[in-house]
C-alpha cells in the first residue's frame, strides 16, 4: 500500500502563492488517482483535486478551477498542487490520499496523514 506525505504549506498574503507536495513511498499505479482534500477550521473535509500518477488526467474543484494546478514527478514519485491567486477561504489544512470517485464525487481510499496547513491572510 502506498503511503503518502504531505509537506509545502505555510502563511501567504491573498493573491499569493504556494506549491505542496505529496510524496509516495510504496508501489503507485499509473492509472489510479491520487487526490488533494482540504479542511478549514470547523468544516468538514472537501475534494480539492485530482490526478492520475501517469499526469494524464485531472479534475478540479469549481472553487479552484484555474487558480490551483496538480501535476506529478514521476521520477521523484511526488505529486504537486500548485496553488496560485490565493484567498482567504483556502486557508485549511491540506491532505493527500488515494482517490476514487463514488457517487459522483471524489473519496478518499486511503489513511489520512498529518496533512499540511495552509493559511491566506486577507
Request: glycine letters at 14%.
Amino acid at each position: 500500500q502506498v503511503q503518502l506525505v504531505e509537506s509545502g504549506g505555510g502563511l501567504v498574503q491573498a493573491g499569493g502563492s504556494l506549491r505542496l507536495s505529496c510524496a509516495a513511498s510504496g508501489r503507485t499505479t499509473s492509472n489510479r488517482f491520487v487526490g488533494w482534500f482540504r479542511q478549514a477550521p470547523g468544516k468538514g473535509r472537501e475534494f480539492v483535486a485530482t490526478i492520475t500518477w501517469s499526469g494524464s488526467t485531472t479534475y478540479y474543484a469549481d472553487s479552484v478551477k484555474g487558480r490551483f494546478t496538480t501535476s506529478t514527478d514521476n521520477t521523484q514519485n511526488t505529486v504537486y498542487l500548485q496553488m496560485n491567486s490565493l484567498k482567504p477561504e483556502d486557508t485549511g489544512v491540506y491532505y493527500c490520499n488515494t482517490a476514487i470517485l463514488m457517487g459522483g464525487g471524489w473519496s478518499a481510499m486511503g489513511s489520512w496523514g498529518q496533512g499540511t496547513q495552509v493559511t491566506v491572510s486577507s
